[in-house]
């Protein structure tokens, strides 16, 4: 076993590829038209494109599958007019949401394939509602991180702060799996997930569960053409224990956020248990060979839960809260590598500062270092978290006064707040604060320039009173005046306590647009190599609106599914 230098360097055990004179003598265990490694979001929407286009489909993973897609809260971003958005009476052209995504994609992916994202978005809303797909129409009109759990389509973005008003037409595009896990926020997503991997299953997916790809097969013209992979035997006792381990490990480890009381403990606990199920992969697997006849696409994620990896590429980034599942390794973007494909983007990372709610802090202000205002605080938390993390070194403080002090435990203790949204609440009300009887006072603890702060805050009440327009665009609506003291410093920087910054990777393998083909470093497409999802570069890479990774992993997956339908003609 020879592990690549670059798998190697972050800890990962990828092989080098195997070349193969003659791919016909190979003893081939298994073999399919297309072969999927990794079975998340991206996975299972090129699984049952390729499945109702008459391809025969393999698909291996390492744990349960579903991935973060499964795990997420349910946000599906879509618009121009879906199903859902029509019985909500919500009106979006087309032409807008693309006018919208241009701003947050940028120049991440053409502007072709962003168009393409947009006339497909309907049209995917009604594939996924005829597979089985929980929607609902309920839709929450204001700005939120997380609607309440009664409500299923909402703005998950930008849409609605007032500079982004000005260049398109806001229209609820959050469409949240129509399904409850209790009153949390996370494992939604198997709303939409589980019913797309139960339509793929019964078209004929073959689905190897606890198996993890190792090594890429390439023939002698590097053409990619199968994969050696380590699997668990499926129904066996190791099998069981392995998937319960897993359960217990992933339910601890998610349980409480690194930084606050306790964590250690629970994150000991889930340890315990993945070392446990990592025992059981040292004696249990077997190694097995699949052929790939036309395509094999990569899908297993981006590399969030590698902390070597992104301490390698994103360092920035390190001391955030990862925001992902055990799969989340990397493997697949290092896999691809090792035959040949380029990546970009790999330092690029998103971090969620989500402030709202409770509202009072977003109608407060949000300063740097020096006391200085930066940004409209009601820009969504993904926007707010790449000011912080790109452009102020890591460094963002809320500065409140007495009676927004007052206004958010009001907020927080509103019925209608997701209980996950009110814990968050009241913890940094209770111990994430530096208090002072004046602003003077305030700016000498914190460490802001004194001047800096009182000049900020000045200039601040006079936009919040409509004496002058505010130097972000932000609306009167959203500004609460700053002058009743004690006056409050709230830590919502990268290193914040009890304030953890969920991040998530970027970056990855670059494809052709067009097909989901793996580029070469002179960018030409690798003969039977794909990415997709965040194993790739996509829509979703430039800034991060809720919902968006999801649906581009729809959207990338089936790409790549018809390219290999159409080679199998």
């Keep these: 076993m020879t592990i690549s230098a670059r798998a190697r360097e972050v800890g990962l055990e990828v092989e080098d590829p195997l070349i193969l004179d003659d791919p016909d003598a190979h003893p081939w265990d298994d073999e399919a038209d297309l072969v999927i490694v990794g079975l998340g979001g991206a996975g299972v929407a090129a699984a049952l494109e390729g499945l109702e286009r008459g391809v025969r489909v393999l698909a291996v993973d390492r744990y349960e599958g579903g991935g973060s897609t499964a795990a997420n809260g349910g946000i599906f971003y879509a618009g121009g007019g879906t199903a859902i958005q029509k019985e909500a009476g919500e009106e ?21 394939t962003i168009r393409r994202f947009v006339d497909e978005s309907a049209p995917t809303v009604d594939w996924i509602l005829k597979h089985g797909g929980k ?20 703005h998950p973005d930008n849409s609605l702060v007032a500079n982004y008003v000005k260049q398109a037409k806001p229209a609820a595009r959050g469409h949240r799996a129509h399904t409850r896990n209790g009153k949390k926020a996370w494992g939604l997503g198997s709303g939409i997930y589980n019913p797309l991997r139960d339509s793929a299953l019964k078209l004929g997916l073959k689905f190897l ?95 969030i839960m590698n902390h070597k990896m992104v301490e390698h590429y994103a360092p920035a980034y390190a001391k955030g809260m990862p925001n992902g599942t055990l ?72 500065i ?74 932000k609306e009167v609506a959203d500004m609460q005046p700053i002058e009743a003291g004690p006056f409050y410093a709230m830590d919502i920087s990268i290193t914040s306590r009890f304030l953890p910054l969920p991040v998530i990777t970027f970056g990855g393998l670059r494809v052709d647009e067009r097909t989901g083909q793996v580029l070469d470093e002179a960018g030409q497409p690798i003969a039977g190599l794909y990415a997709a999802g965040r194993t790739a570069v996509g829509i979703a890479s430039q800034t991060y609106v809720s919902g968006l ?11 790549a599914a018809r390219h290999v339908a159409r080679a199998n003609v």
């Design 327 to 398: 799969g989340d390794q990397g493997a697949g973007i290092i896999m691809g590598m090792t035959a040949g494909g380029s990546t970009a983007l790999m330092g690029k990372v998103s971090s969620w500062r989500f402030i709202n709610p409770p509202k009072a802090w977003s109608d407060a202000i949000v300063v740097n270092a020096k006391g200085e205002r930066f940004v409209d605080e009601t820009v969504y938390g993904a926007t707010m978290g790449e000011h912080i993390v790109d452009h102020h070194g890591g460094h963002g403080y809320i």
């Design 400 to 473: 409140y006064d007495a009676k927004g002090r007052t206004a958010a435990r009001k907020q927080a203790m509103d019925p209608l707040i997701v209980p996950f949204q009110r814990d968050v609440t009241l913890l940094n009300l209770t111990f994430n604060y530096t208090k002072a009887p004046t602003l003077e006072a305030l700016a000498d603890k914190m460490g802001f320039d004194k001047a800096t702060l009182l000049d900020t805050v000045s200039a601040y009440n006079r936009a919040a009173k409509g004496q002058e327009p505010d130097r972000f665009g």
């Design 135 to 154: 929607l609902n129409s309920k839709v929450w009109k204001k700005k939120a991180s997380y609607p309440p759990l009664d409500y299923f389509l909402y």
């Design 92 to 112: 979006d052209p087309p032409e807008e949401m693309y006018k919208y995504l241009k701003i947050e994609a940028g120049n991440v992916v053409a502007d072709e």
């Design 209 to 303: 569960r606890h198996t993890e790809a190792r090594q890429l097969a390439l023939d002698k013209t590097g053409r990619v053409i199968g994969v050696k992979v380590l699997t668990i035997p499926e129904g066996s006792e190791d099998a069981k224990k392995f998937a319960a381990y897993i359960a217990t490990a992933d339910k601890y480890l998610a349980m409480l956020p690194p930084s606050l009381p306790f964590a250690a403990v629970t994150i000991g606990i889930g340890n315990h248990y993945l070392k446990k199920a990592m025992k059981i992969e040292a004696h249990a697997r077997q190694t097995r060979w699949l052929r790939a006849r036309e395509g094999l696409l990569l899908s297993s994620g981006g590399f």
């Design 549 to 559: 990774s999801f649906a581009d992993c729809v959207f990338s997956g089936r790409r």
